[in-house]
């Protein structure tokens, strides 16, 4: 240890906050019944035993928990399938092995999910009903060891556990930004099975290599090798991935490429012609293709946000209604799935909006109900399902596709609320959307909010939010670091919200917007007090992280990026409020000042070419470049990295043009010249 990080660690002690020194780890998310006792069982000196039956996806989960506890207790964890004294921790699966969900999945104490757990000073027993339950069971072991080294110890504890939904993922955008690498995927899955998920949208615009079509994004696709193995590597977490391609819009990556474009319904559109007799030739093969590569028994065809439908039904349609177009387009596509036995699943928006053909869909469909807030009511997104013998799941989201940082209050409060509107229709699935809409997303710290949402899906009842962020650090973080993280994690989302009042929700969007622009000064100077409380939560949470940071170990890699997205805040509020600052001091100098009046405002105030406020903001921007390019090149491949940077260049260059301009307004002044309007001389003017 450093002598920064003994400095650390001794304010860390003094600084801990209650819930660090609770008797009893939080568990996330929680279990159903558990009954604590007053003895504790010691992990040093015991092992792992598993019966000689024991399938692969059973060793896998004895493997992972001896891994665990070695580590914990920095001693030997065997997993022996021969008995060596009591001190031992027995898996037993009860059932056959299942490891993945079916069509048929049912929630309950009875499913294959379920598991009991009971350990007491003499040894520990896990009985399961499949492997997936035996390694939900695993997952909340490894919750309950409490201390380190010779100090670890299990608590006397007796637990049952099963969950409220009987299908509960995340849906990962793959096509919309940056494309995360292989072994991203796999961090993602590791992170999954720790809030025991058992489903992954592996969503695809044109983000899966498919034969025969070479020219359809080569660089931002993954090979059908590496998805076979990302399969594999989710397997063995008992999470089934799913497809989640899109068959009717959100397809311009295939409708850019000239040999397609007449595919389209408006030429270099987005969405398919469901009109030509090719459209459905194209649709059997990759359907064909898709179908064998994911063994998943569900198939999610997309077919949302179907923008140019009504307009092609007007101008081509013959006069047909789009409702009537779109369900000719579906049945297509869904006889196509069907033929290669997979159950399809569909967003419900386009069916929502022509509810007359609820009815025409096939009673073994699956529709998905998606909205990620702010809403007052969610029935109406679900009630012209409730009488269709269809399946119904919700679809959620970590609002993190246009922000500066996640809304995580926003997105709590979008699975709160939505799920216990999806709980009263009998929903039996959620999938939590993690979109990357804007391109510069990073994607890691949305890990909280897909924790949040796996853990409100497996629970029964709301989780309490107020103290999600310290009970998610405990788990995720070592007790040095933990401290710190959870109350930065709260700061960014304070933050974030203050900026949003601001900026509106969109912040990322407006993070690169013309801060001198009429409108924004406007909102900026109504809202000085959010734009000065957004910088206070900033650097509080920045001084936070970098404690953390200190530390040297972040074994969840979300630390960096959470630093980057709260100096990211810092530097979208420190602009708009200089803005402001800027925009006074011009309008200070009155309609005709003389030349010697420009010395303070423009030299020593604005411009001065080191400590000015356009110097700072050009040192803030290029200081933050190369820690989000690192950011960045950690989780994703280099597609569209160059692109995304470009944005900071261009922030840069704003900052120096203006400099530049106010520099030549000055040399040229003469007394007595009117005073321009301040907008005039901005670089996007």
């Not at 493997?63 to 004294?85: I, M, N, W, Y």
């Not at 030429?267 to 064998?292: M, T, Y």
């Not at 970590?398 to 997105?411: E, Y």
């Not at 909102?523 to 040297?552: I, N, P, V």
Request: net charge negative.
């Amino acid at each position: 240890m450093t002598s920064l990080q003994r400095v650390l660690l001794v304010m860390t002690i003094v600084l801990v906050p209650p819930w660090a020194v609770a008797e009893h780890n939080p568990l996330l998310p929680r279990p159903k019944e558990i009954h604590y006792g007053a003895r504790t069982f010691p992990v040093r000196g015991l092992y792992v035993h598993l019966p000689s039956s024991s399938a692969p996806e059973d060793r896998f989960a004895a493997e992972q928990l001896a891994d665990f506890l070695a580590t914990r207790a920095k001693a030997p964890v065997p997993v022996s399938e021969a008995r060596a004294g009591n001190r031992a921790i027995m898996l037993t699966r009860t059932g056959p092995v299942h490891p993945l969900p079916g069509l048929d999945e049912i929630p309950g104490p009875d499913s294959r999910e379920a598991y009991a757990l009971k350990v007491t000073p003499g040894g520990a027993e896990v009985r399961a009903n499949s492997s997936a339950g035996e390694f939900y069971a695993v997952q909340t072991l490894c919750q309950l060891v409490e201390g380190d080294s010779g100090d670890a110890v299990i608590p006397e504890v007796e637990i049952r556990d099963w969950p409220s939904l009987a299908y509960r993922g995340i849906m990962m955008d793959l096509s919309h930004g940056p494309l995360p690498t292989e072994e991203e995927v796999e961090r993602q899955l590791d992170f999954l099975g720790r809030w025991k998920a058992n489903q992954y949208y592996f969503y695809s615009e044109a983000s899966i290599e498919l034969e025969g079509f070479p020219l359809l994004n080569p660089a931002g696709r993954f090979s059908k090798e590496q998805v076979r193995r990302i399969i594999a590597y989710a397997r063995n977490r008992h999470i089934d991935v799913v497809p989640c391609v899109e068959l009717y819009g959100h397809l311009h990556d295939l409708f850019r490429i000239e040999r397609y474009s007449d595919l389209a319904a408006v030429p270099h559109g987005s969405e398919f012609n469901p009109l030509k007799p090719q459209v459905k030739a194209l649709l059997a093969d990759w359907i064909g293709q898709l179908a064998d590569l994911f063994p998943s028994p569900f198939f999610h065809v997309g077919m949302d946000e179907t923008w140019e439908l009504e307009k092609f039904a007007k101008s081509e349609g013959g006069g047909r209604p789009p409702g009537e177009l779109y369900l000719h387009h579906f049945r297509t596509v869904a006889d196509l799935v069907s033929s290669h036995h997979k159950h399809v699943m569909v967003w419900g928006d386009i069916f929502k909006k022509y509810p007359e053909m609820i009815s025409q869909l096939p009673p073994d469909a699956t529709v998905v109900a998606w909205d990620y807030g702010p809403t007052q009511d969610y029935n109406p997104l679900l009630k012209p399902f409730a009488n269709s013998p269809v399946r119904k799941f919700i679809a959620t989201g970590v609002t993190i596709w246009d922000q500066v940082s996640p809304d995580f209050n926003l997105s709590f409060q979008n699975i709160d609320e939505f799920l216990a509107t999806g709980r009263q229709y009998g929903v039996t699935g959620m999938m939590n959307t993690i979109w990357y809409d804007d391109a510069q997303v990073l994607a890691r710290s949305s890990y909280p909010g897909i924790a949040y949402g796996a853990a409100a899906a497996w629970q029964s009842e709301p989780l309490p939010r107020a103290h999600f962020f310290s009970e998610y650090a405990r788990q995720m973080y070592s007790p040095f670091v933990a401290p710190w993280v959870a109350p930065a994690l709260e700061d960014l989302a304070q933050a974030e919200t203050h900026l949003q009042n601001v900026l509106g929700l969109d912040s990322m969007i407006s993070f690169w917007r013309d801060p001198l622009a009429p409108d924004r000064l406007e909102s900026a100077r109504a809202h000085r007090d959010d734009l000065h409380q957004t910088r206070l939560l900033a650097e509080d949470a920045q001084e936070k992280l970098m404690r953390a940071l200190a530390f040297g170990k972040d074994p969840s890699g979300t630390l960096s990026s959470f630093l980057v997205q709260a100096r990211m805040l810092d530097y979208a509020a420190m602009k708009n409020l200089y803005a402001v600052e800027i925009a006074d001091f011009w309008r200070q100098l009155g309609e005709h000042p003389k030349r010697e009046d420009l010395g303070f405002t423009l030299f020593a105030e604005i411009n001065y070419h080191d400590h000015g406020r356009t110097a700072d903001l050009m040192d803030a921007i290029t200081e933050l470049r190369e820690p989000y390019r690192a950011a960045w090149l950690e989780a994703y491949t280099p597609y569209r990295l160059e692109a995304a940077l470009g944005k900071w260049d261009a922030e840069f260059q704003y900052w120096w043009k203006l400099k530049l301009r106010l520099d030549s307004f000055e040399a040229n002044f003469h007394d007595g010249d009117p005073l321009p309007p301040l907008e005039s001389l901005s670089p996007d003017h």
